[in-house]
């Protein structure tokens, strides 16, 4: 008998620890500063204006120690510390006092706007709670405005990019709306005729009090999950965490052309329903029967409540992409991919039949000439690394013309299947045989074992408030995925030779060991069965 209490207490003793050490001593690390975390900071909100909240790993003043090894010996490296060339006016998106007056001229009339709300509830007898905006000349989201340029949306060393990301995470709202793309949408769906409602678009334009901007999508897919293999990428989920790991894997790739994201807890009763002043996004909210607050699209690509994101039971993460400046201001022109793909079941488009399809494109203005298709390419190696294959348009910023780059808009949905890699997004590479020298050798330091490019995202990615933003396998299949294309580069130089294959752009590229051709060889590629 007393050995039969020994054991169960032994039992129960064992199942204590174990609770403790990998359930309570975790959370207690995440809220509390315990000893032996490995970030003091983690977990804890870094208040606006300190040094540790607005610096950035691989900045001048990046979070040092252990954390960042790889990321600062990454943007150490001489292929990240290339000077640009000095630039004119004509090369800067923006010119101060044009953004200064724009914005002046926007808040005035958000101002008259809340004015004549106030003046409507007061002659119906309500109250509304009050929304100021303040406009301040240094924010940070005008910082980063003012810093686009032809060669990419911010520079490689720009610490206003941090704050950035801390007031997108930080900062209160006072507005929430649905975004223009969706209100230009507004009575064009007819829900009868939707193939599979699946909220694409559920998506919000969220104002702060200092008058920036951000685009908030909603988690609508847990991290663990892929996409069935059965489902259409044209009817796929967009997951908010695929839009904040694109971020880090463009700034990762040194492009440099995906808008800065990160991760954010909403309460989407506070901060969305009770701030906002559009009464059909007011009608979409509702409380679940687990008394969760829910929203949903309306008629726009999904129609009914089994298809809501729900708060829990009001708190929702999703990702705070930044807002480019206002059309009005910098015009951006939407261009279709010469690779889209068929948006239907059985269609199939020109490129995935014609193996020579980039002959012709050659010929096409303005791929004939200049840096458009091997930004195509850029393009496609990055939308292959993450999986995403619904690069159906692109942008540009009109004022630079053919001579800019291209947007990488609308990452949600990459990342969604770890265990394909879809050859099919590296058409561009394949079919062209042609990249840029500068993204080439990038690509080669990032197979180094010190900078392997899992490690580098991973180190990245656990400085945001949402981490971990991917899993392991999707992580290990950007290592996968990276052998394949520099296999599928070193398969276009054996056919045409390095000097055909292999663009010098307009950067000069340093004479370092670690980067000068020829590279290293790949192991040889596995042969089919």
Known sequence: MRRDRLLVAS????????DIYFVLLPRLRDRYLLPGDRCPMRGAALPSGSASGDEWPGGEEGWRGARWLRLDRLF???????????????????????????????????????????????????????????????????????????????TRDDPGIARLLQDMRSSVIISADYTQDEKAL????????VVKPSGHHLKLALKFKD????????MRQERNEQTPEDVFYFVDFQRHNAEIAAFHLDRVLDFRRVPPVIGRLVNVSGEILHVTRNEELKSVFFTSPANNTCFFAKCLYVCKTEYAVCGHPDLLEGSMSAYLPGLSIAPRI???????????????????????????????YPYNSGN???????????????????????EIFTKFGDAGFLLHFDNARGFGRHSHDELSILAPLTQCCTIKRSTLLRLHLLTRPDLRLSEVMRESLDGDPLRPVLTEP??????????????????????????????????EVPDDPATRSPQPPLPPEPRSR
Request: aromatic share 12%; net charge positive; charged share 25%.
């Open 186 to 193: 507004k009575g064009v769906c007819d829900c009868s005729q």
């Open 474 to 507: 999707h992580l290990l299949a950007l290592d996968r995925r990276l052998e394949k294309i520099l296999r599928a580069v070193q398969r276009c130089v054996r056919k045409l030779g390095e000097r055909q294959v292999v663009v010098a752009d307009f950067v």
């Open 334 to 364: 939407s261009i279709p991919n010469p690779w889209i793909r068929s948006y239907t079941f059985t269609g199939k488009e020109e490129w995935e039949v014609n193996p020579f399809y980039c002959d012709t494109i050659r010929r096409l």
């Open 372 to 394: 458009r298709l091997l930004n195509i390419i850029d393009m496609a190696i990055f939308d292959f690394l993450t999986g995403n294959m619904d690069r159906h348009h692109y």
């Open 11 to 18: 039992t129960l003793a064992f199942f204590l620890a174990v």
């Open 211 to 218: 008058f920036g901007k951000s685009m908030f999508k909603p």
């Open 76 to 154: 150490a490296h001489p292929l990240y510390n290339m000077k640009l060339p000095e630039m004119s006016d004509a090369e800067v998106l923006l010119q101060h006092s044009e953004l200064m007056e724009y914005y002046r001229r926007k808040l005035a009339r958000w101002e008259r706007q809340q004015r004549h709300y106030s003046d409507a509830a007061a002659a119906a007898n309500l109250s509304l709670p009050q929304q100021p905006a303040t406009f301040d000349p240094e924010a940070s989201w005008l910082k980063f405005h003012l810093g686009i340029n032809r060669y990419a949306l911010y």
